[in-house]
């Protein structure tokens, strides 16, 4: 089983930055990823990272966001630069066997989520 904990959320004004982390034990090879669900919205795929490295960005970051990983230290980060009031969202961690995964389905641990609000 693995266990997944965000951190880094907060509020920030448009045009900020964040950085999230997500904390893994457990075995994670296969794919990481950060998803976010905004209010009445369902949750969507941001980034994917795969353990051979692939990276995967949905279309609507558009170079804002990069997700990276520190096998190291166990833990996978979004670095969020030009935030938009649309990007506010709760915004978790998930882990799929599979590399290179983008379908939700594919996801089988989830973390508890971090919230980003960005205000304008």
């Known amino acids: 089983q693995v266990q997944l904990v965000e951190s880094g959320g907060g509020l920030v004004q448009a045009g900020d930055s964040l950085r999230l982390s997500c904390a893994t034990s457990g075995r994670t090879f296969g794919a990481m990823g950060w998803f976010r669900q905004a209010p009445g919205k369902q949750r969507e795929l941001v980034a994917v990272i795969s353990t051979g490295g692939s990276i995967y960005y949905a279309d609507f970051v558009q170079g804002r966001f990069t997700i990276s990983r520190d096998n190291a230290k166990n833990t996978v980060f979004l670095q969020m630069n030009s935030l938009k009031r649309e990007d506010t969202a709760h915004y978790y961690c998930?882990?799929?066997?599979?590399?290179?995964?983008?379908?939700?389905?594919?996801?089988?641990?989830w973390g508890q989520g971090t919230q980003v609000t960005v205000s304008s």
């Open positions: 998930a882990r799929s066997p599979t590399a290179g995964a983008v379908n939700i389905q594919a996801y089988d641990s």
